[in-house]
């Protein structure tokens, strides 16, 4: 039990540090980092809000148009590849599959550089549109497609057959019939697949480049200064980075749990 609740305090000390320190003064936080604000203030968020660059506005900008767009890209992409799969005999589906699970076994650095080139030959290094192409491949893709397969083997034939009998397509059951079926799997892969895209440095700032754009985790790290540190906008700029994502989570919080839920029960 005690290991337990160090562990939990070891997950959740880095968020409290972040949200008390984000309203205290620079005296304050060098004075003790892990006290709770006794005179909250504004001034660290309208600081960060009130830089010239803007890093926070066209950070949290960026990122969420990278995130929308891959993830609206990777799930009628991963689930409609998934429902190809679901229906596949038994040991061309698990070739497929161990093939997908390189995807998620293989470290992203080690593809890093075949990606740039890759990018670069079609004319889309140092782009948004790169950047976004980058996030449909790899374990990104893989993950979905797992998460899918998982729900998508659980639909009855006969529900498929039906349909087919009806005179639906293959598109038409997937898109009217399956996709319905497979909500809670959706938002699953939605809420882990923003989460992982929007707190991805590597790919923002090898493939966009330091001068060609940011996202909000590459603004964070140009807001690090080099020879002296501004604690109290530091933190600022922390807090309202992590606005999005858990309103985000919160949003479709239903949904989430009733995925994992169905998963437990299968």
Request: positive net charge.
């Amino acid at each position: 039990m005690t290991a337990a609740i160090v562990l939990v305090l070891l997950f959740v000390s880095p968020i409290y540090l972040t949200i008390v320190n984000a309203f205290k003064t620079e005296d304050a936080i060098v004075a003790n980092p892990a006290a709770p604000p006794v005179h909250p203030t504004l001034g660290n968020l309208s600081t960060a809000l009130g830089r010239p660059d803007q890093l926070i506005q066209l950070g949290l900008r960026n990122s969420l148009i990278v995130v929308v767009c891959s993830v609206l890209l990777l799930i009628p992409l991963g689930s409609a590849f998934s429902f190809w799969i679901s229906r596949r005999r038994t040991r061309p589906r698990a070739v497929i599959l161990a093939v997908l699970a390189a995807g998620l076994m293989i470290p992203p650095q080690v593809v890093l550089l075949p990606t740039i080139r890759i990018l670069a030959f079609l004319g889309l290094d140092h782009s948004y549109p790169g950047l976004i192409l980058s996030n449909l491949g790899g374990g990104y893709f893989s993950f979905a497609v797992f998460v899918y397969v998982g729900f998508m083997r659980a639909v009855p034939d006969e529900v498929v057959e039906a349909a087919r009998l009806d005179g639906a397509g293959g598109l038409r059951i997937w898109w009217t019939i399956i996709m319905p079926l497979v909500r809670p799997a959706t938002a699953t892969v939605a809420i882990f697949l923003s989460l992982w895209i929007w707190n991805d440095f590597l790919n923002p700032q090898f493939i966009l480049g330091p001068l060609q754009g940011q996202t909000i985790t590459t603004g964070l790290y140009l807001s690090v200064g080099q020879y002296q540190m501004d604690y109290g906008q530091l933190f600022g700029i922390m807090f309202l980075a992590g606005i999005i994502p858990v309103a985000g989570y919160l949003l479709m919080q239903k949904q989430f749990v009733a995925g994992l839920t169905a998963g437990s029960a299968k």
